[in-house]
């Protein structure tokens, strides 16, 4: 299993960035799908699931600013995050649990700064 995150940068407050994760080695389109992030001496935390099923959830901090979504033609997952706050700054890394393992990518920076 390898999950490639990638999109991540430095934008102000108010500002958009995509995030997207690019996975193989298992079977994409069969599998939940999950974005965390973590920021500096903070636990890593859950910013969204995307389900199979086609249920969607968010972290009350991100609802109605992140939309989560996948192209399962193209194995990749994405976050869309609008109205960005510093509190937004983080390590953003894409996640599946593959076969009872968490699998995670290598993260991706996103600071969110005047």
């Known amino acids: 299993v390898q999950l490639v995150e990638s999109g991540g940068g430095s934008v102000q407050p108010g500002g958009s960035l995509k995030l997207s994760c690019v996975a193989s080695?298992?079977?994409?389109?069969?599998?939940?799908l999950r974005w965390y992030r973590q920021a500096p001496g903070k636990e890593r935390e859950l910013v969204a699931t995307?389900?199979?099923?086609?249920?969607?959830t968010y972290a009350d901090s991100v609802k109605g600013r992140f939309t989560i979504s996948r192209d399962n033609a193209k194995n990749t997952m994405y976050l869309q995050m609008n109205s960005l706050k510093p509190e937004d700054t983080a390590v953003y890394y894409c996640?599946?649990?593959?076969?009872?393992?968490?699998?995670w990518g290598q993260g991706t920076q996103v600071t969110v700064s005047s």
């Open positions: 996640n599946v649990k593959y076969s009872t393992v968490d699998w």
């Open positions: 080695g298992f079977t994409f389109s069969w599998y939940d």
């Open positions: 995307i389900r199979i099923t086609g249920g969607n």
